[in-house]
């Protein structure tokens, strides 16, 4: 059973798509790319799917945005987040943060600066004054060295869905993972664990770094953050961000931890139950 | 007006599309990005369209693919590349090269492993012997260094269509870009001045890099090795395996370039000529 | 033992580290979650840690910000590396070029052009000329094409810590890493060869090259170039500046290494000693 679908119904429903997203119409760009590519197939195929909402499309848009390096858009979807009204602010500035832990902090300090510009830009249109941001302190972690190594610890197992933790003594393991990463990053409020895990995901993704990929997508299946379904929506989002290839990858190891995740529950269950949660 | 097109009769046409490229039959993969990503875009509606051949858009996805760091989809574009016969053995050899330049040394060190075994293996599938390389030396390049620097100084300007180079008292401009980039490998034959074009336009797009996207596609084009409906071709090739956000980017340089180009040609015309070669 | 360290005490250490590094002061608070994660972690502890000089840590900086495509950072650690006397403007431009063979000619024209760029405002800044650069001929090695690739397979082996080299009769083995990459960039005067390790390992950390990852690791602690310790720093540096996943391989392979390193210096030494030299 096939959809019939005429090449101008389905760019007439991605510029439909497009101007639902972003807040803001298409150009009248005629080039192949931009037809073919972006209208006919990004936005009429991939941003109109189900299952995965159009907000949690957006972090995972974000972040291989971000990594690409170009500058119009990731303001666009900077503005058409917050624009929408499907990001808030306090979000966002959170998820500056957490990329800039997974991709490195020179192309989050761009989004950064593309965040502060485009939250500006839209109380100008709205004719309304820029709110002043959060202040930083009081933190919620401990200050206390030691503490902080034993929180991170804690958070490291429970974000990573391991009954251990790396050794502390090793500057990348210890200063960077325990104390910073997870000691601070992952447990400040304004970002849920669902939106920090599909902006890491997709960051892993394009890093192409194979242990923390396979890693990644584990915890965030068996934690049940993210369904299997949601999953490989994320990496055909992913794939038309930062290309097929590395979504081909990611696809592959989704593939491999679904299999493994459901092997645990059904251990952990002592049952035979195929049903996924 | 459009043309109709069911959704079993697109995925057919990317199934057949796929083996037509790849030389074997497309995997038995469900997944959203496979299906709706890979064979019912990519390969339904990039690889089967008209004015760039299978041949040439080869030489972007390669180096597209390997600069995306995934093994198995080069191990896969390599094979298909030396398997269909588009691609020589001494062009693709070339290409690594090319390549190691554009997008640096340790990417074209896997690409070129990836080569040497495909090569290996298209021949042990045929049951022939794998012949032996080409040697290296006698170059056709002098070996003295101020006439490398001379002959590099020219090249350079031929290749970039610009009356001036760069100043040769500096290691990245003299040894680097004067001495070995166009003193040595842009005149290596055995790969053309058109599949060299293909390959830099691609590597300078996912290098980010602002200034060599500009040059390497005004000269793509001013040169008449790249036409203007090729370039745009290009440009959505690129993104099926880039990703769209650099996609768009390489689009508007493209877009910057035609015009300045043309407006060029008319000036050196003398005429009001809209004819594109 | 653990010292008190309130988050303010953190954020001064932070500010006060800024500013050492970076010769100007730090960004008054504008998007504190940002700010904050840049000042609290990446000044305050990781570029004040010991071990590793605050020289070294920007060889492995500038190639990470170098390769993040983003141009303010790469703008401010340039001026930084220059303004500070840190690394000397030979230093710098040899940089470069060792950045472009691992990274990129196209990152690294932008790379250039900002290194001159920074060298002039300095020099308007303390109201000096800008001298002249340093001539590029006469070059330090062989003309003949035989004699470059007998001493560029000499230097591969030396380097590497290999007793074999690759087959010269392939055009990215034989023009590229015989006769230029070892044959002429390694053994270029002006850059120490630990400082060329640093910015080595950085780039295939970056690059995703598997075997390269390893084999420059490898190389770089069986040289004695670099210690077990200061390897271990420039994971975490390199973390900072490109991202998590990335360093998690890094130092993977790092972990891997150090051992086949130790085994074989225990076996060459026929003891049983622990001790790392």
């Known amino acids: 059973m096939g959809t019939t679908d005429t090449s101008t119904a389905r760019s007439e429903r991605g510029r439909s798509a497009f101007t639902d997203v972003m807040t803001f119409e298409p150009p009248a760009d005629s080039s192949p790319t931009m037809t073919g590519g972006l209208i006919d197939f990004v936005f009429a195929e991939v941003w109109t799917r189900t299952v995965l909402s159009r907000r949690d499309r957006r972090f995972i848009t974000l972040s291989c945005v971000a990594d690409s390096d170009v500058e119009q858009p990731l303001v666009d979807h900077v503005y058409a987040a917050l624009n929408s009204g499907d990001i808030s602010i306090t979000e966002m500035r959170e998820t500056v943060l957490h990329f800039a832990v997974y991709a490195g902090w020179p192309k989050a300090s761009r989004f950064n600066i593309i965040v502060d510009m485009q939250w500006e830009r839209i109380h100008r249109e709205r004719d309304l004054p820029t709110p002043a941001p959060e202040p930083l302190l009081p933190l919620?972690?401990?200050?206390?060295?030691?503490?902080?190594?034993?929180?991170?610890?804690?958070?490291?197992?429970?974000?990573?869905?391991l009954p251990f933790a790396p050794d502390r003594d090793n500057p990348y393991q210890g200063a960077g993972i325990l104390n910073f990463v997870f000691g601070e990053m992952w447990v400040?409020?304004?970002?849920?664990?669902?939106?920090?895990?599909?902006?890491?995901?997709?960051?892993v993704g394009f890093q192409d770094a194979p242990i923390p990929i396979l890693s990644h997508v584990y915890a965030a299946l068996k934690s049940r953050d993210?369904?299997?379904?949601?999953?490989?929506?994320?990496?055909?989002?992913?794939?038309?961000?930062?290309?097929?290839?590395k979504a081909a990858h990611l696809s592959q190891v989704i593939s491999?931890?679904?299999?493994?995740?459901?092997?645990?529950?059904?251990?952990?269950?002592?049952?035979?139950?195929?049903?996924?949660?």
Do not use: H
Request: glycine share 6%; charged share 30%.
């Open 256 to 277: 491999e931890q679904k299999a493994r995740v459901l092997d645990e529950w059904r251990a952990e269950a002592g049952t035979n139950s195929e049903e996924q949660p």
């Open 188 to 203: 400040r409020p304004g970002l849920s664990m669902r939106a920090r895990r599909l902006i890491t995901v997709a960051c």
């Open 140 to 161: 919620v972690t401990p200050s206390d060295p030691e503490e902080r190594l034993v929180q991170g610890t804690a958070t490291f197992k429970d974000v990573n869905c």
């Open 226 to 245: 993210i369904s299997f379904e949601e999953m490989d929506e994320l990496a055909l989002q992913f794939g038309a961000y930062s290309g097929l290839p």
